[in-house]
């Protein structure tokens, strides 16, 4: 893999893939990756497969919550206040950028300093391989369930509506 063709934001996501001696497996696409619908299009595969990252906020201590979502499952605000215990909100996308460094849509799964309070969608444990941002709107990578788990650091847990 030649990493220099990369933008700065995925070679920082493969950076963190090698370090936990994973390697990674990206697809370059021709079209936006921004949307799982879009996503799943591009690469060939269920919606399900696809994990988005979104970022909450909790509303009183103001901490980010990385939320790690199948493609095809709505996140539950009233579950996801229940898991953190406490009311949370979707950050906008200046938070997102400012927070995570990536813009909506080019958000991956790990990487940051210190790495986000992170929730992990148990709807995807049932797929031998996922497809996460690798923080470009055109680049994905795939992952294992467990490789995303420990990259993540994050918590499975139902999330869905």
């Given at each position: 893999m030649d990493k220099g063709t990369y933008p700065p934001g995925v070679l920082r996501f493969i950076n963190i893939l090698e370090a936990h001696s994973i390697l990674p497996v990206l697809a370059d696409l021709p079209n936006s990756t921004q949307t799982a619908p879009e996503a799943a299009q591009a690469v060939g595969c269920q919606l399900n497969q696809i994990v988005k990252?979104?970022?909450?906020?909790?509303?009183?201590?103001?901490?980010?919550?990385?939320?790690?979502?199948?493609?095809?499952?709505?996140?539950?605000?009233?579950?996801?206040?229940?898991?953190?215990?406490?009311?949370?909100?979707?950050?906008?996308?200046?938070?997102?950028?400012?927070?995570?460094g990536y813009p909506v849509g080019s958000v991956p799964p790990a990487g940051y300093t210190p790495q986000p309070s992170t929730l992990i969608d148990s709807d995807l444990a049932g797929f031998d391989i996922l497809w996460v941002s690798a923080g470009s709107d055109h680049i994905i990578a795939s992952l294992s369930f467990q490789d995303l788990c420990q990259l993540s650091g994050g918590r499975v847990t139902t999330i869905s509506q």
């Amino acid at each position: 893999m030649d990493k220099g063709t990369y933008p700065p934001g995925v070679l920082r996501f493969i950076n963190i893939l090698e370090a936990h001696s994973i390697l990674p497996v990206l697809a370059d696409l021709p079209n936006s990756t921004q949307t799982a619908p879009e996503a799943a299009q591009a690469v060939g595969c269920q919606l399900n497969q696809i994990v988005k990252s979104l970022l909450f906020i909790t509303n009183n201590t103001r901490r980010p919550i990385l939320v790690l979502a199948s493609g095809a499952n709505r996140v539950n605000p009233v579950r996801l206040a229940e898991v953190i215990g406490e009311k949370i909100h979707l950050a906008d996308a200046q938070t997102v950028l400012q927070l995570t460094g990536y813009p909506v849509g080019s958000v991956p799964p790990a990487g940051y300093t210190p790495q986000p309070s992170t929730l992990i969608d148990s709807d995807l444990a049932g797929f031998d391989i996922l497809w996460v941002s690798a923080g470009s709107d055109h680049i994905i990578a795939s992952l294992s369930f467990q490789d995303l788990c420990q990259l993540s650091g994050g918590r499975v847990t139902t999330i869905s509506q």
